[in-house]
């Protein structure tokens, strides 16, 4: 079965694209989750479900469209929740649902809510061209020698915050890079996962390693891992059921969050 | 010799002054307590003496061969750290990162400098447990650990005995003393429990808006009003 199902290109893709982002979005969310960011990931995915429904109103190329709405989203997101006027889960909330309702406005003006739409919501295999893939390739590497270099100043920054910044560490910065890149991230992985969907390859595998590792290490060692896992079990799961692979992919996350919790409690 | 002299500070939050006026100066060798009631500016003024937020007006001046990086700040307890996967030594070498520029990774030297801090306050045996399941005393001497990593000159605690149990809190006051007196370690702590805090203390800085502000020796203070009323004594 597994032969049959990568003889089609299309997968091939899909497969390819997934993981890596699954990668990325892991180690990512082990310091959102953390910094108490989780929702940053579902802010950004409904941002970009807007400006890719403009984009296709507009005929332009989906990507090209959404990625700098969403890195100034992130951008605008972060400064938010740092000034204390408005709290970060309200800006949050604020951002994503107007986006939302931006991008089902100018689809139902134009194109009317097609099958587009919804790919847009849940997530379509389909999706990803040879461009897509060469961009998911060069955002991993960035984002995994991002991490691995700057691990130690991650780890600082992300544990305290104010202690960082008496002592000289440039924590805007590091919280802007780690914000732009989930950007990225999202934006990649929300054609698969869907808009509704995408969070949850940032929020899960770093829950679920924080159940049952006790070391920042290993936490995002463990997350990457088990992010990965989750990912291709949930593409094969889809395949086999023919159940829609975002969904399939969130209830293998799920799944393994109960297990780890068990587990996590049995220790 | 005075590390640090404030001049006519006003500080306060969300726009609005709570301190202005202030002028005081800290030693080298000094042992001082910053005291006051609930939103009376001490945190402000912490935070404006690490530079991490502005004054509204007037001058912190830094003595020629100091700056704000020789402090080793512990601020409070953070909600994010209550179930924070870490590594005690992980969390005492962080306190090397400020001077390691874009460095990414330790060297020799942070490792000895963390293994030295960790060895100071006895937390050496503690080094492979995970932070979060520590008690509240042995959580606060990995963050003063992690602090004299960052500087060892002066050291800056910001209500370090908040939610822990008297015998830890007599311990960490007895750890504070022992910098301070042996390793000549300048000490500035801000603090709401008044008696305890001013048992080893030389000086007092107590902020209570413009009427009842007092900066001298401890001495002095416990003989004023504004002292007795926060010993809880008869006024």
């Known amino acids: ?267 | 010799m005075n590390l640090i002299e404030i001049r006519d500070l006003t500080i306060g939050y969300d726009g609005k002054p709570v301190v202005s006026g202030l002028n005081f100066d800290i030693s080298e060798g000094d042992y001082l307590c910053i005291l006051g009631e609930n939103g009376s500016g001490k945190s402000s003024l912490v935070k404006a003496i690490l530079g991490l937020k502005s004054a509204y007006s007037g001058h912190i001046h830094f003595a020629q061969g100091f700056s704000r990086r020789e402090i080793g700040y512990m601020p409070q307890k953070t909600e994010v750290q209550r179930d924070f996967p870490a590594g005690v030594f992980e969390v005492v070498l962080s306190g090397c990162q400020g001077a390691m520029g874009l460095k990414p990774f330790y060297g020799r030297a942070e490792k000895r400098r963390a293994a030295s801090a960790m060895e100071r306050l006895g937390i050496t045996e503690i080094k492979n447990e995970c932070y979060r399941n520590l008690s509240g005393g042995q959580q606060q001497r990995v963050l003063l650990a992690r602090a004299l990593c960052s500087a060892d000159r002066m050291i800056l605690l910001d209500e370090p005995t908040t939610a822990l149990d008297p015998p830890s809190t007599a311990e960490f006051y007895r750890i504070i003393e022992s910098l301070n007196s042996d390793d000549g370690v300048t000490v500035v702590m801000v603090s709401h429990d008044t008696a305890g805090a001013l048992e080893n203390s030389n000086r007092v800085l107590h902020l209570g808006g413009m009427e009842s502000m007092f900066f001298g020796e401890t001495a002095d203070y416990v003989k004023t009003k504004l002292g007795k009323k926060f010993l809880g004594g008869d006024e």
């Open chain 1, 1 to 267: 079965m597994l032969l049959e199902m990568f003889s089609y290109s299309f997968i091939t893709r899909a497969v390819v694209v997934g993981s890596l982002v699954s990668l990325c979005a892991s180690l990512l969310g082990v310091s959102l989750v953390l910094k108490r960011y989780s929702m940053i990931g579902d802010g950004l995915s409904h941002v970009s479900f807007g400006a890719m429904s403009v984009a296709a109103a507009l005929n332009v190329a989906p990507l090209a469209l959404s990625v700098p709405v969403v890195l100034a989203a992130a951008f605008l997101l972060l400064r938010l929740s740092e000034s204390s006027r408005i709290r970060g889960d309200a800006a949050i909330a604020v951002i994503s649902s107007s986006a939302l309702a931006v991008g089902v406005i100018v689809t139902s003006l134009t194109t009317g809510l097609n099958t587009d739409v919804c790919n847009f919501m849940f997530g379509s295999v389909l999706a990803m061209t040879d461009s897509d893939v060469a961009l998911s390739v060069v955002l991993s590497v960035i984002v995994i020698v991002v991490f691995a270099l700057f691990y130690n100043k991650i780890f600082a920054v992300t544990f305290d915050e104010s202690f960082s910044r008496a002592t000289g560490v440039r924590a805007g910065l590091y919280n802007t890079v780690i914000a732009l890149l989930t950007a990225v991230t999202i934006v990649l992985g929300m054609r698969i996962m869907g808009a509704l969907l995408i969070s949850s390859l940032v929020i899960f595998p770093a829950l679920s390693a924080m159940r049952v590792c006790r070391r920042f290490k290993s936490v995002a060692l463990c997350a990457a891992g088990l992010s990965l896992c989750c990912f291709l079990f949930g593409m094969v799961a889809s395949y086999a059921f023919e159940t829609p692979v975002g969904a399939s992919v969130v209830v293998v996350d799920l799944a393994v969050f109960g297990l780890f919790c068990f587990l996590g409690r049995r220790r």
